[in-house]
């Protein structure tokens, strides 16, 4: 009886999983990414009230006290620290780049960008993908590759779209890579991404070492992000005079679990 | 209407795990509602059901998730056929099993996850972060399992699905 039953679960197991790979195959056909997209807009609607309905329930609880008071307080300073934050970065970041670099390449700052505000409307499903979803897709002039940023820096890029929604893969996926520069040794290096802090691999130069509090800025090199975005302060480094690169921990300026409206920078093509 | 009932619980698991789940972070990780729901629906209703609604769980993970659909289907399908296979093998009334099922199936699941990110040629983490992460999750899942046992015996019975032959 036991037996049957098993035999009966292999053979199911088998035919679904089965069908299963046969699926992920098929949909990752270049011909399939339109059908992909528009499913993964489905559920779309869905999120987007259950979203609403968090909101519902955070607001209902504030009857309690005055969480909801303190906690947009604490929101509002918050933005206001990261906007500091991020000016203070960008003001380093000036000092560093010398105008007639900046004209030579013909250097945009983000704010010259065309961008469209999106609402986040759900999260990766697992810890080895941080990704977000929003709200806007091809329909909005969404496209994959194209950045996301918040008033905090830089949030990640367009992974896939579909029409009424797109997945944005955040720096803190462990498979991002992002080339940045420090404000103020100048070093060049690379964002990995991490589950945690965010990891920087930096170039090895006599005479320079990465300090505490520097801020990591994109530096356009290899033509993933543009030049001049902020991704966070150094919060540790190791250095070593015998190795070929020092590593730094970096913290990220953004939190992807408390990220609700990102912008969509719809002008800027990686190349 | 069992079919129904069961496609509406994979559906808010999914939906809670997309909106919600990423709250309850510790650790750089957070609980997978779905993988927990399988895994728990397989262990009071036999491996036969735990299969159907882990692939459906799975499909609605991977509309969630880039690359294509069905890696998650398959990793959830793998953690329902062993936990299927541990719950006739085992006292099913300990509590200990289910949570061993449950760090069991993580681990396969997250093996399952990355291999099909290797198969399909996408960028996976390093070894030391996939080490970390598939650890921790898999500690905080059996954590979790005794609490979801309860909510999903509770849920099943008031949904009258009823438990299936082991």
Redesign the interface.
């Known amino acids: 009886m036991q037996g049957r039953a098993r035999s009966r679960s292999t053979g199911r197991f088998l035919t679904l999983a089965a069908a299963m790979l046969v699926l992920a195959v098929l949909s990752q056909q270049p011909w399939a990414a339109g059908a992909r997209g528009t499913a993964k807009s489905v559920l779309a609607p869905l999120e987007a009230q259950m979203m609403s309905i968090a909101s519902s329930v955070d607001r209902a609880t504030a009857i309690f006290g005055d969480i909801a008071t303190l906690r947009a307080e604490n929101q509002r300073l918050n933005g206001e620290n990261q906007d500091l934050r991020r000016r203070l970065a960008e003001l380093d970041a000036a000092a560093y780049d010398n105008k007639e670099l900046r004209q030579a390449l013909d250097f945009q700052r983000t704010f010259g960008h065309r961008t469209s505000v999106a609402e986040v409307i759900g999260r990766g499903p697992d810890a080895f993908s941080r990704t977000l979803q929003i709200d806007r897709g091809s329909a909005d002039g969404v496209g994959a590759g194209m950045i996301v940023v918040s008033g905090a820096g830089l949030v990640g890029r367009v992974r896939e779209v579909g029409p009424h929604g797109a997945i944005v893969q955040t720096l803190a996926d462990p498979q991002s890579r992002a080339n940045v520069f420090l404000s103020g040794s100048g070093l060049q290096g690379t964002i990995i991404g991490g589950p945690t802090a965010l990891q920087l691999q930096l170039e090895h130069r006599v005479g320079s070492v990465a300090s505490k509090g520097e801020w990591a800025i994109t530096s356009g090199v290899g033509g993933g992000y543009p030049r001049g975005l902020v991704v966070g302060d150094v919060v540790s480094v190791t250095h070593s005079d015998a190795a070929t690169i020092d590593s730094a921990f970096v913290d990220w300026g953004n939190d992807p679990a408390a990220l609700s409206l990102v912008i969509v920078v719809l002008d800027f093509s990686p190349s | 209407m069992k079919f129904v009932a069961g496609a509406l619980l994979m559906?808010v698991a999914?939906?809670?795990?997309?909106?919600?789940?990423?709250?309850l972070?510790i650790a750089?990780?957070?609980p997978?509602v779905?993988l927990i729901v399988v895994i728990a629906l397989t262990w009071t209703q036999?491996?036969?059901a735990g299969?159907?609604w882990g692939?459906a769980g799975?499909?609605?993970?991977d509309?969630?998730?880039?690359?294509?659909?069905?890696?998650?289907?398959?990793a959830l399908?793998?953690g329902?056929?062993v936990t299927?296979?541990w719950a006739?093998n085992l006292d099913r009334e300990s509590p200990l099993h289910p949570a061993g099922a449950v760090a069991v199936s993580t681990v396969l699941y997250?093996l399952v996850?990355?291999a099909?990110?290797r198969v399909?040629r996408?960028?996976?983490?390093?070894f030391a972060?996939?080490v970390?992460?598939t650890l921790a999750?898999a500690l905080y899942h059996a954590a979790l399992m005794p609490l979801a046992l309860i909510a999903v015996r509770h849920a099943t019975a008031g949904l009258h699905l009823e438990p299936a032959?082991?």
């Open positions: 559906l999914a939906l809670v795990q997309v909106t919600w789940a990423s709250q972070e750089a990780v957070f997978n779905v036999g491996a036969r299969l159907l692939c799975g499909i609605l993970l509309l969630n998730a880039p690359g294509p659909l069905g890696p998650h289907a398959v399908l793998c329902a056929y299927g296979f006739r997250s996850l990355i099909s990110d399909l996408l960028p996976i983490p390093t972060t996939a970390q992460l999750a032959a082991p």
